[in-house]
């Protein structure tokens, strides 16, 4: 069913007398038509008397098996609590649920306060598996999760991207089958697979345009049609890396419905643009922010040809060469014994925070570039919230009051409503296992079945 048949579909089932509904209904489709439909606050303000079309009770069916998948144990009280949905509607759902195999009952809780009966606790349960695959560098990462985003199994295994295609798509092969045997999954169990890849990924045809680490694998790399003729029945994703880990913020509610930019700070850094849904681009180049000029007369030549771009501005390259420029600074800051470190800038915002003059300047320096960068991103998206992401998420408090400082001096943005800065220090890895979560469980749980009616309906 097309979106529009579905609006026209909708509008003739709701009754006549909720015209209040039906109007915000309107409003919306035609605002946008490929709008994903959720339950938010104002339809169920609507709806909450009203006779329940049947795209209502899959809108709350959604809602209820989401709670019951975010929770250990649940009993009826607690989601009609949580989601104001009415007793009975709740208990047909569960009652759905349980002869699909989607929960099981655990037996009875404690009674409540009042000395009531002791309600029926339920617990979410699928044999269905997601296998999340990320291409680090020196690593390929693997990891298989449930259906509740707990992981089950994880390896790394040594790859030098220097290798051939082949040699990839052999050591690939082999530690699918592996961790599958590993997590005691069968075939049949595995619902699908999701790859991230640093570089250029056209998701909707599944080809790697360029890849970030080996780009001497040539362009336009077919690799969801070969893992599609290997797993025929799985689900395949194949998406940039930065995009995977960005989406992982739609796991939470208070990110979803909300412009984001997502910083991704590794090697290079790069965005992900979220409205409602990662954004994939025409040409898969959106989001490129590492690439945009911030200071075009500077000595350094990026690999995309240009000057100043921002990713080479704030590199660790650059960040040592500042380190070392005053021969004289140097052996009197505490950044001396981290010179070498792998983790440079987390110790360089730990030591400006403790005061270390060196430390100090260079990251007053870090902050005005990433004020210009924020400053570009709002002209450029204007999002809600930027969440940074990677190493750069750990700035301290002397970085952010600079960056306070510095975004200052961009007068014409509105401080009060100036995008909101968080930064988020979970690792990358978990990020990308998140991420590839997100978008086969959104596809898997998209599966109107799992919504239809009891067989007593
Ligand atoms: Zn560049």
């Not at 998140?434 to 469980?441: D, K, N, Q």
């Amino acid at each position: 069913m097309t979106m529009l048949e579905m609006r026209i579909e909708i509008w003739y089932r709701i009754p006549k007398q909720n015209e209040k509904l039906k109007k915000y209904i309107e409003k919306k489709f035609y605002k946008n038509e490929n709008m994903r439909w959720s339950m938010g606050k104002e339809e169920e303000k609507y709806t909450k008397d009203a006779s329940m079309p049947s795209d209502l009770k899959y809108l709350n069916r959604k809602r209820i098996l989401q709670m019951i998948r975010n929770e250990q144990v649940v009993s009826v009280n607690d989601i009609s609590e949580a989601t104001r949905i009415s007793r009975p509607t709740i208990k047909r759902a569960i009652q759905s649920f349980e002869e699909k195999g989607l929960l099981v009952s655990v037996g009875k809780g404690s009674s409540t306060n009042t000395g009531g009966k002791r309600p029926e606790l339920y617990t979410f349960c699928c044999e269905k598996v997601i296998l999340c695959i990320y291409l680090e560098k020196k690593y390929i990462h693997f990891a298989i999760l449930n259906m509740k985003n707990e992981c089950i199994r994880e390896k790394e295994v040594l790859f030098n991207y220097e290798d051939t295609f082949e040699k990839f798509q052999h050591i690939l092969r082999h530690n699918i089958y592996l961790i599958l045997q590993e997590a005691e999954t069968s075939y049949e169990d595995l619902y699908g697979i999701s790859l991230a890849i640093g570089g250029f990924v056209d998701r909707k045809l599944g080809i790697v345009r360029f890849c970030a680490l080996a780009p001497e694998w040539g362009r336009n790399i077919p690799i969801k049609a070969w893992l599609e003729e290997l797993f025929p029945k799985q689900v395949i994703v194949v998406e940039n890396l930065v995009r995977i880990a960005g989406g992982s913020l739609l796991l939470e509610e208070k990110y979803r419905s909300k412009r984001i930019v997502a910083i991704y700070t590794e090697e290079g850094i790069s965005a992900c643009y979220i409205d409602g849904e990662v954004l994939t681009g025409r040409n898969a180049l959106i989001g490129e922010i590492g690439h945009m000029t911030i200071d075009y007369s500077d000595k350094e030549v990026c690999s995309c040809g240009s000057r100043g771009c921002f990713e080479r501005m704030v590199s660790e390259d650059r960040i040592k060469e500042k380190l070392k420029e005053n021969p004289k600074k140097l052996p009197c800051s505490t950044m001396k014994q981290w010179i070498e470190s792998d983790e440079l800038i987390r110790h360089l915002f730990e030591e400006a925070d403790k005061g270390d003059e060196l430390a100090k300047e260079i990251v007053s320096y870090v902050a005005e570039m990433f004020s210009l960068i924020l400053k570009n991103i709002a002209i450029n998206f204007d999002p809600e919230i930027i969440v940074v992401q990677g190493k750069y998420a750990y700035a301290g408090e002397y970085f952010e009051s600079e960056l306070k400082e510095a975004r200052k001096k961009a007068g014409f943005f509105p401080e009060e409503t100036a995008s909101k800065l968080y930064y988020d220090m979970r690792p990358l890895r978990e990020l990308q296992r998140f991420g590839g979560y997100h978008e086969l469980a959104e596809m898997f749980f998209e599966n109107p079945q799992f919504y239809e009616g009891t067989t007593l309906e």
